[in-house]
Nanobody
Framework: QGQLVESGGGSVQAGGTLRLSCEVS????????MGWFRQAPGKEREWVAA????????DYADSVQGRFTISQDNAKNTVYLQMTSLTPEDTGMYYC???????????????????WGLGTQVTVSS
């Protein structure tokens, strides 16, 4: 089944930058969709970004397009989420998730991701 472990969260001021990491163990993620999600207090978990690891192609939610970048390091079996120009609306628990093998990750929903990490907290103050 494998395990996902997120790290890199923290507290920053608005306009700041963070880089989240998702270390994958127990299997090689290459070829699968890997996604980042977030959940703010009192809100539903929402999709943030996904990467098709077979090609390195990425998709983003409109709310983070142009500010966040998802990437992968196959040698380290790790997926990253570089977050810039952070706003208080980006506050939440960020989760990494493993999706299926597909030609595109854009149409995937939360239920399509089968393995999840425990999350890392991101807090952005104004």
């Amino acid at each position: 089944q494998g395990q996902l472990v997120e790290s890199g969260g923290g507290s920053v001021q608005a306009g700041g930058t963070l880089r989240l990491s998702c270390e994958v163990s127990g299997y090689i993620f290459s070829g699968r969709c890997m996604g980042w999600f977030r959940q703010a207090p009192g809100k539903e978990r929402e999709w943030v970004a996904a990467i098709l690891t077979a090609r390195g192609s990425a998709d983003y939610a409109d709310s983070v397009q142009g500010r966040f970048t998802i990437s992968q390091d196959n040698a380290k079996n790790t997926v990253y989420l570089q977050m810039t120009s952070l706003t208080p609306e980006d506050t939440g628990m960020y989760y990494c998730a493993r999706g299926p093998w597909l030609d595109s990750c854009a149409s995937l929903t939360l239920g399509d991701y089968g393995v999840w990490g425990l999350g890392t907290q991101v807090t952005v103050s104004s």
